[in-house]
């Protein structure tokens, strides 16, 4: 997650580097966007995979492939186009404004992810159907109606920053979406160490009888391990931004240029195709392919063969 200042830039070195940084964006969101597409690609493709589960990394992809190709819009006709930006047309605020609402949805799925298998290990007898209903209601129109404040907030200001060049700048808003998104990594966290008091509790109980955690739980476990720290990636960073000219800056410019526009391949990778059920979907898939060829050939060698029996010898050969 960004919120960067492109207008700053007073020198030649600086105008240089923040297009280096902004090259870095663009390559790992264009990346991001492959990657994520083709994700949804295979999950819609393979309906056996179809649960609750599958559809909410399925909204998560969906948020972040969105939020990917509008940064990428942003970054090829906004950050460069300094005539667009001194016109402040409503088409470019417009941009600003469904670009934050599709990183606002990024969180709020991560927090629907974190929360579902939270409860799920938590309280294991909850409907996952009703469950999954309650989250779809959080997912998209909560973020709306985030930025539907901040975006009224913007452009009701009389501050000059809020409200000229495409928004670009961070303005005295930016609050009203960072504070959601911290509020859902934190939240995120906490639900990671509930999910392992719980387990280390059932480890404690011994072997008795529905204390040792199931196979489905540990599964559980193991997502939210990788679900969490990726959520936090980013933002265990930014509070720590080091003033302007520290020998850090530039650093700290690249890893969360790397953490923000890469996240997308993280969670591609993570759920989709590293995820056990898709690979096991793609081996039976290509077991399958295969099996069906040989029997393809076995049919065409039987028919040939059979042909041959019945029309008689062919030229050359001689009768037995």
């Known amino acids: 997650m ?26 790992g969101y264009a990346i991001s966007l492959v990657a994520l597409l083709l994700s949804l690609g295979i999950l819609s493709y393979f309906r056996s995979l179809r649960c609750a589960r599958i559809t909410l990394h399925m909204n998560l992809f969906a948020s972040f492939a969105l939020n990917n190709t509008l940064w990428l819009i942003w970054y090829r006709f906004i950050v460069a186009n300094t005539d667009l930006l001194l016109n402040n047309s409503i088409i470019c605020r417009l941009l600003h404004v469904l670009l934050h609402y599709f990183l606002l949805t990024n969180y709020a799925w ?23 209903n309650w989250l779809m209601a959080l997912g998209w129109p909560v973020p709306a109606l985030i930025v539907t404040i901040y975006a009224s907030l913007r452009a009701t200001s009389n501050y000059p920053a809020d409200t000229e060049q495409c928004w670009i700048n961070e303005g005295n808003y930016i609050s009203v979406l960072v504070y959601p998104v911290c509020v859902s990594t934190l939240l995120n966290l906490l639900f990671l160490f509930n999910i392992l008091r719980v387990l280390l509790m059932k480890l404690r109980a011994g072997p008795a009888i529905g204390s040792r955690p199931s196979r489905s739980m540990v599964q559980a476990l193991r997502a939210t391990l990788l679900l969490v720290p990726l959520l936090g990636l980013h933002y265990l960073v930014i509070p720590f931004r080091p003033p302007k000219k520290h020998p850090w800056e530039h650093a700290y410019e690249v890893i969360s240029a790397i953490t923000a526009s890469f996240q997308g391949l993280c969670v591609a990778v993570l759920f989709c195709f590293c ?32 042909i041959r029996s019945t029309a008689g010898p062919m030229a050359g050969e001689e009768k037995v």
């Open 275 to 306: 995820n056990g059920e898709v690979i096991a979907q793609f081996k039976r898939k290509w077991e399958g392919t295969m099996m069906m060829r040989k029997r393809a050939n076995s049919c065409t060698a039987t028919t040939v063969s059979f």
């Open 110 to 132: 991560m927090l629907c992810e974190g929360f579902y298998l939270h409860t799920l290990l938590v309280l294991a007898f909850t409907s996952e159907h009703r469950l999954v």
């Open 2 to 27: 960004v919120w960067s200042n492109y207008t700053t830039c007073i020198n030649i070195e600086d105008l240089n580097w923040q297009q280096s940084i902004n090259d870095i964006y663009k390559v």
